[in-house]
């Protein structure tokens, strides 16, 4: 009896930590077991690209594991978010996205997959405020004025932007669904050609990020008539932002988030939204984008669900008022 008793309880025991090794804790403790890789759905250079940088250094200093950011443009960021959402949920892929993750099935026709419901939220990363600025020979020194030259010549004035879903694009159409002006969009692919044109005079308007606009209206070579975010921006405190501008409950921002494929250990995506929340509140961290105009926002995965669920709702009322339908 003594012999069965000990074989049964060391059995018991090897039981125990068998489960223990198996439970999401212990897979969390070894992540990551391998190389991460980062993907960034845009071209190199901007904001969703040095997001997924800073993202790649903060895993490689917290988890001392070798980081790859990997850009994989095209369709809006659909490309790279498809990748990402037929990806293994180990935490060995993760993904960059921006405000156009949410609005693609409302725009585009046979988008592969749902953007909140194929993805694991880690942590909303943050916003960029945007500007609106125009050609200086556009007459409008303010919003109002700007309205009242759309109202004056109907579908005669343009905003340009680096892509329909865009930031831009999207507040381009909000100012147009507020104001009921008629202004035709002129999406191009990526913001630096959008703003080229705009520099020309060949389109009239545009809502660029702050750090690549402010450059050119300090040389006069743009207009800056207002921000887009609830407070003015320290980059260019004399600009109103549209609320003041005359447009009550009128904000929209360039908003930055870090996802990974569905169906990921609970473990594993509260240690990433740990380890990525600490280096957001790190001055040495928040430093690197000070230029860029960021305002970190961090926060927990519930959290940035449910950012990403509003913005659905609110453009899809948005696109519905204004007949805009996926194409």
């Known amino acids: 009896m003594g012999s069965f008793g ?77 990748m990402v959402a037929k990806s293994p949920a180990d935490g060995s892929t993760l993904l960059v996205i921006w405000g156009g993750h949410v609005i693609n099935p409302l725009i585009t026709k046979g988008v ?39 109202r004056e010549k109907p579908g005669m004035l343009s905003f340009a932007s680096g892509g329909v879903g865009s930031g831009g694009h999207l507040s381009g159409e909000l100012l147009k669904y ?16 959008a703003l080229a044109d705009v520099l020309g005079g060949h389109v009239t308007l545009m809502f660029d990020t702050i750090t690549t606009g402010i450059p050119h209206v300090q040389k006069g070579k743009l207009r800056l008539l207002a921000v887009t975010s ?21 904000e929209t921002d360039a908003w930055y988030a870090l996802l990974a494929p569905p169906k990921l250990s609970h473990a594993v995506q509260e240690r990433l939204n740990a380890e990525l929340n600490k280096a957001f509140n790190d001055p040495a961290f928040r430093e690197q984008f000070v230029a860029q105009g960021v305002r970190f926002v961090g926060g927990t995965p519930e959290q940035l669900e449910a950012h990403m669920r509003a913005e659905t709702e609110r453009w899809s009322k948005v696109f519905a008022a204004m007949g805009v339908r996926p194409q």
Request: aromatic content about 4%.
């Open 6 to 82: 000990s074989r049964r309880r060391i059995s018991v025991l090897l039981l125990a930590v068998a489960t223990a090794l198996a439970s999401p804790a212990a897979h969390a403790q070894k992540y990551p077991a391998q190389t991460v890789r980062v993907i960034v759905p845009t071209s190199p250079g901007g904001a969703v690209d040095a997001f997924g940088r800073g993202v790649g250094r903060v895993l490689q200093q917290s988890f001392g594991v070798t980081t790859v950011v990997d850009n994989r443009a095209g369709a809006n960021g659909a490309i790279g978010a498809e």
């Open 112 to 150: 592969p997959f749902d953007p909140i419901r194929d993805f694991t939220p880690i942590t909303r990363i943050g916003n960029i405020p945007l500007i609106l600025v125009v050609h200086p020979s556009v007459p409008a020194k303010s919003v109002k004025e700007l309205v009242a030259l759309a």
């Open 178 to 193: 507020m104001t009921k002006i008629d202004i035709l969009h002129v999406p191009y692919k990526g913001n630096s050609v």
């Open 230 to 250: 609830v407070e003015r921006a320290p980059q260019a405190p004399e600009a109103p932002t549209m609320q003041e501008s005359g447009l009550p409950g009128y």
